[in-house]
């Protein structure tokens, strides 16, 4: 999704410095792979952001094994490029894992995963009828109906989609203010308050939503979003992207009133098939609603034999993640003062 053109152009002027990209065609020059990434001294990594948490290149469908081992095969013999890969937020299952894998193995390549951990996803196969019925407990579901009905007290809950790019226009705009009116907004990280990623969120969603693949749902009470969610789409997949609820209706739950919204609208057509929550793992919210897990993790892998190298740089990367996490404790805890 997050290399789809609309998303990916986008995002480049923000996100995409000192990007570069191999492309993989075959004999006849029909494009089978996209494959960004950051090249650096020691490794090349591929390209993720804080708004494009999947590192999944694009490979055909058709011959993937093919593709990612010429893709391999180019960063392995070409002595411009660094001799390790870092495949950052990678899922460990799927097509892509099994292929990649399977190139890995055969060419002998040592490879080590970080950072493994599980986030929520929406992939009930043939159970879509009643999946909240049978993935929330009946007392959570009672208490959602009673904060359902305090706010039906004030006026009428509208559950309202937007899918045109005339409609998520001002959708859109809707949702910003929304995000901007509350902690985010206090904190300085709202999207409405950094002109260069309102430019980006906008050039993408609206072009997406040109295409058919994006959506933005809200409830709405009194003619004003309480709650709203960006959904983008490519092939049989959705990925719940980024979800705003007015904090001052926050005893009434409007975000997770929202999300039961969505999964049921989005459990009523054929596809898609599976939604990536892109949550982190954990989450208070999601992980209490869609019950299905995707395991990720960031893949290290060694494209040029070099034992002392290797074991050098999973040392440096397991101090870098270990540094980053002792940071982020410790900000937690100075936050909870």
């Given at each position: 999704?997050?290399?789809?053109?609309?998303?990916?152009?986008?995002?480049?002027p923000?996100?995409?410095?000192?990007?570069?990209?191999?492309?993989?065609?075959?004999?006849?020059?029909?494009?089978?792979?996209l494959?960004?990434?950051?090249?650096?001294?020691?490794?090349?990594?591929?390209?993720?952001?804080?708004?494009?948490?999947?590192?999944t290149?694009?490979?055909?469908?058709?011959?993937?094994?093919?593709?990612?081992?010429?893709w391999?095969?180019?960063?392995?013999?070409?002595?411009?490029?660094?001799?390790?890969?870092?495949?950052?937020?990678?899922?460990?299952?799927?097509?892509?894992?099994?292929?990649?894998?399977?190139?890995?193995?055969r060419?002998?390549?040592?490879?080590?995963?970080?950072?493994r951990?599980?986030?929520?996803?929406?992939?009930?196969?043939?159970?879509?009828?009643?999946?909240?019925?049978?993935?929330?407990?009946?007392?959570?579901?009672?208490?959602?109906?009673?904060?359902?009905?305090?706010?039906?007290?004030?006026a009428?809950?509208?559950?309202?989609?937007?899918?045109?790019?005339?409609?998520?226009?001002?959708?859109?705009?809707?949702?910003?203010?929304?995000?901007?009116?509350?902690?985010?907004?206090?904190?300085?990280?709202?999207?409405?308050?950094?002109?260069?990623?309102?430019?980006?969120?906008?050039?993408?969603?609206?072009?997406?939503?040109?295409?058919?693949?994006?959506?933005?749902?809200?409830?709405?009470?009194n003619?004003?979003?309480?709650?709203a969610?960006?959904?983008?789409?490519?092939?049989?997949?959705?990925?719940?992207?980024?979800?705003?609820?007015?904090?001052?209706?926050?005893?009434?739950?409007?975000?997770?009133?929202?999300?039961?919204?969505?999964?049921?609208?989005?459990?009523?057509?054929?596809?898609?098939?599976?939604?990536?929550?892109?949550?982190?793992?954990?989450?208070?919210?999601?992980?209490?609603?869609?019950?299905?897990?995707?395991?990720?993790?960031?893949?290290?892998?060694?494209?040029?034999?070099?034992?002392?190298?290797?074991?050098?740089a999973?040392?440096?990367?397991?101090?870098?993640?270990?540094?980053?996490?002792?940071?982020?404790?410790?900000?937690?805890?100075?936050?909870?003062?």
């Amino acid at each position: 999704m997050f290399y789809e053109p609309a998303f990916a152009l986008a995002a480049a002027p923000e996100f995409g410095a000192d990007t570069r990209a191999v492309l993989v065609r075959t004999a006849a020059g029909r494009l089978v792979g996209l494959f960004p990434g950051h090249p650096g001294r020691l490794k090349v990594a591929g390209w993720v952001h804080h708004y494009g948490p999947l590192g999944t290149p694009l490979v055909d469908r058709d011959e993937p094994e093919a593709v990612i081992g010429a893709w391999l095969d180019h960063l392995c013999h070409d002595p411009a490029i660094p001799p390790l890969l870092l495949l950052p937020l990678i899922p460990e299952h799927g097509a892509f894992a099994a292929s990649l894998d399977a190139v890995v193995a055969r060419g002998g390549h040592r490879n080590v995963a970080f950072g493994r951990h599980e986030r929520a996803l929406l992939t009930p196969g043939m159970q879509r009828p009643n999946y909240l019925e049978r993935s929330m407990s009946a007392a959570k579901r009672k208490s959602l109906r009673r904060q359902r009905r305090r706010l039906q007290d004030i006026a009428p809950v509208i559950f309202e989609t937007a899918t045109t790019a005339t409609g998520a226009t001002d959708a859109l705009s809707e949702f910003l203010a929304l995000e901007a009116s509350g902690w985010k907004g206090r904190a300085g990280t709202a999207i409405a308050g950094q002109p260069a990623i309102k430019a980006f969120v906008q050039n993408a969603v609206i072009g997406l939503a040109a295409e058919g693949k994006a959506r933005i749902d809200r409830l709405v009470l009194n003619g004003a979003a309480i709650a709203a969610t960006l959904t983008l789409s490519s092939g049989d997949t959705a990925w719940c992207w980024k979800i705003a609820y007015n904090e001052e209706l926050a005893r009434s739950s409007p975000g997770v009133q929202l999300i039961c919204d969505l999964t049921e609208s989005l459990l009523a057509a054929p596809e898609p098939l599976r939604v990536d929550s892109c949550a982190t793992a954990g989450h208070p919210m999601i992980d209490h609603i869609w019950r299905e897990r995707m395991t990720m993790s960031d893949r290290l892998i060694e494209l040029r034999p070099s034992a002392a190298q290797f074991a050098l740089a999973c040392g440096i990367e397991s101090a870098r993640r270990a540094a980053f996490a002792a940071a982020k404790s410790l900000r937690g805890r100075i936050r909870g003062r």
